[in-house]
């Protein structure tokens, strides 16, 4: 299976009347998986394009991303990883992505309809509540050094880790949960 690129669901995002950022899409789709036992391709693709302005090539990407998502994170290969802006995008850009990624998944957790996600203990909650915290970060363009991109990449991974904790970890809650309808945007 091919798997489609951050670049390649931004640009089929971009289409008229659809304003959905990657970052936080996928965050999102991670979230729910997490929280959500049966989460479907449709219930994220209802959930981010609630309108229902997608294109059968968008819809065929984000199928994409759902399959490729839940094999990686219910795979014992540890492959998971969030879906971001390549290195070769500004150290800022992919800071706002982590950011948006963060809060896709604290959204997504609710989406699979957890129990208050900030009521979590252990492991789980921390990791939560450092979520929550990276979901509020920034970096100006002026401060792209390279103890930013060492930090950054140290955030990616703690990302990556955290959102494969928290699947473990929740596995008894995906069995006693729905997803909610709505909308991202």
Known sequence: MSSTTYSELEQALHAPGVSLAVAEAHGALCG???AAGGYR???????????????????????????RT???????????APLLPDDEQPLATRVAALADWCGGFLYGLGVG??????????????????????SRAELPDSTADEAN??????????IRAGALV????????????????GGLH
């Open 149 to 158: 991109e060492t930090a950054y990449t140290e955030l990616v991974e703690f």
């Open 166 to 181: 928290v699947f473990e970890e929740l596995s008894a809650a995906r069995g006693r949960s729905v997803p909610a309808s």
């Open 70 to 80: 839940v094999e990686e994170l219910n795979g014992h290969m540890f492959e998971f």
């Open 32 to 34: 729910a998986l997490c």
């Open 113 to 134: 309809r957890l129990a208050s996600p900030h009521q979590l203990v252990g492991d789980v909650g921390e990791i939560i509540k450092d979520f929550s915290e990276i």
């Open 41 to 67: 391709a449709q219930d994220w693709i209802s959930e981010v394009l609630p309108d229902g302005s997608a294109s059968t090539h968008l819809r065929n990407l984000l199928t994409q991303v759902h399959r």
